[in-house]
């Protein structure tokens, strides 16, 4: 087990690496690169990450928790309909603030549909992350729920492709 000062560091080098990857996609992802934008050694990375795979699941998964921040900011406790939901998020998921966070979950997604690993793993798990976050802000039944939130993350996530391929703002 690591001690506290360890702990915090690992914490401290994961938000820094995710500004670096928001900033830099996961083309900039190498060890050496990673080391570098964090003031570092690839082998101390290795040490507070057990491998690459791990560092990535560490730093997507902290991106993925400051998205759902965003989107909890844009929501609160009350559930709504499907169509509600989405017409809430659809401007926080599409404005400039998380476009950023867009832009990496597409380079994400795409890795992920090549079956290159880690990233396929990591982009399913995110995936099921959001579909937890949407099903319990719907207002349906229990029943209804799991294809409710997948209906409502294919909406957002088709109007996330329009507008990276420049069909809509």
Not at 13 to 24: D, P, Y
Not at 130 to 157: M, N, Q, R, T
């Amino acid at each position: 087990m690591r001690d506290e000062p360890s702990i915090d560091r690992r914490a401290a080098l994961t938000g820094v690496l995710a500004e670096h990857l928001l900033q830099h996609g996961l083309g900039a992802s190498s060890l050496r690169t990673l080391a570098k934008a964090a003031g570092t050694s690839d082998r101390m990375l290795l040490y507070y990450f057990l491998d690459k795979d791990a560092l990535l699941t560490a730093v997507l998964s902290q991106i993925a928790d400051d998205m759902t921040t965003r989107l909890d900011a844009a929501s609160d406790s009350a559930r709504r309909s499907p169509e509600t939901l989405t017409d809430l998020l659809r401007p926080t998921v599409l404005g400039d603030a998380s476009w950023p966070y867009i832009v990496l979950w597409l380079e994400l997604a795409g890795r992920a549909a090549r079956h290159e690993a880690p990233y396929a793993d990591i982009a399913r798990t995110i995936g099921e992350r959001f579909l937890v976050w949407i099903e319990a802000h719907l207002d349906v039944s229990a029943k209804d729920a799991p294809d409710a939130a997948l209906a409502v993350l294919a909406e957002i996530e088709g109007w996330v492709v329009l507008k990276a391929i420049g069909l809509t703002d």
